[in-house]
């Protein structure tokens, strides 16, 4: 297949390891990955935090960048992150909508069905579980709220990590609870914020893990905060981490954890 990538502008500009583990894993199972140059935000922010008029035009380069996908230039686009597919799915229409730009809406929900979260992709569209990888640590899986929520990805991740080599996969305990991150939630409500993430990380420790795992570095950027300020030793690796590590090219942490001596998150 000829696959687009979205690597989405928080991966693209502060977690880069995500995209480029994407494309790793996606070309060692033989397909071809192309990043279209004028990608940008998808919008979300902005529509997030109320600014719908200036949403729009982000709306319309996100659906620029990526309707060759419409005439066949390719057969997908993935994105590394549940948070931004949910937005292309549920947003960009609704924007376009609302200032009657009736022809981006109808474009813009095109691509949105051609534009697919990591673990659909290689679930749903390539019918693969096991892609060959192999990661011996201990993991745990956050399953980010909207890519269980809007995205609706259900147990993919999952089914995904359980087929890894080596892998010792532990439950994260109340794990469809919210890490407290939400963009600018994080930001408007600190105190909410800090109290969600403290019981999160509190939890991620209780489990074990040397590493905490999630569909979306904006969650994981959240959490590994939390566990690197308190010297947990817990790192943080997305979903494309773990899938993308073999025994000949292993996984290497772009972010090593504090060393220091844990203490009470």
């Given at each position: 297949m000829r696959i687009a990538l979205f690597a989405t502008c928080i991966a693209e500009t502060m977690f880069p390891q995500a995209p480029v583990a994407t494309v790793r894993l996606l070309e060692r199972l033989g397909h071809e990955v192309l990043f279209p140059p004028g990608q940008a935000c998808c919008g979300q922010m902005h529509t997030n935090t109320g600014y719908l008029d200036q949403a729009v035009p982000v709306v319309r380069n996100h659906v620029a960048a990526f309707a060759p996908v419409l005439d066949g230039e390719w057969d997908a686009i993935v994105a590394p992150s549940g948070s931004c597919v949910g937005s292309v799915r549920h947003q960009q229409a609704?924007?376009?909508?609302?200032?009657?730009?009736?022809?981006l809406a109808r474009d813009a929900?095109?691509?949105?069905?051609?534009?697919?979260?990591?673990?659909?992709l290689l679930v749903d569209v390539l019918g693969l579980t096991d892609v060959g990888a192999h990661f011996p640590h201990r993991v745990t899986y956050h399953p980010t709220c909207h890519s269980l929520r809007m995205v609706h990805v259900g147990d993919r991740p999952l089914r995904l990590l359980r087929a890894v080599d080596g892998i010792d996969l532990v439950d994260l305990p109340e794990a469809e609870s919210c890490c407290g991150f939400g963009g600018t939630f994080a930001l408007k409500n600190a105190?909410?914020?800090?109290?969600?993430?403290?019981e999160k990380v509190r939890n991620v420790i209780s489990t074990?893990?040397?590493?905490?795992?999630?569909?979306?570095?904006?969650?994981?950027?959240?959490?590994?905060?939390?566990?690197?300020?308190?010297?947990t030793g817990v790192t943080v690796a997305h979903l494309a981490e773990i899938l993308a590590s073999t025994r000949e090219a292993p996984w290497e942490p772009a972010f090593l954890p504090r060393s220091a001596q844990a203490v009470k998150p």
């Open positions: 609704m924007v376009a909508d609302r200032v009657g730009d009736r022809g929900a095109a691509v949105a069905e051609h534009t697919y979260e990591l673990s659909e105190e909410t914020s800090a109290a969600m993430v403290g074990g893990a040397e590493v905490l795992t999630a569909g979306d570095y904006s969650c994981l950027m959240n959490m590994g905060g939390r566990l690197s300020r308190h010297g």
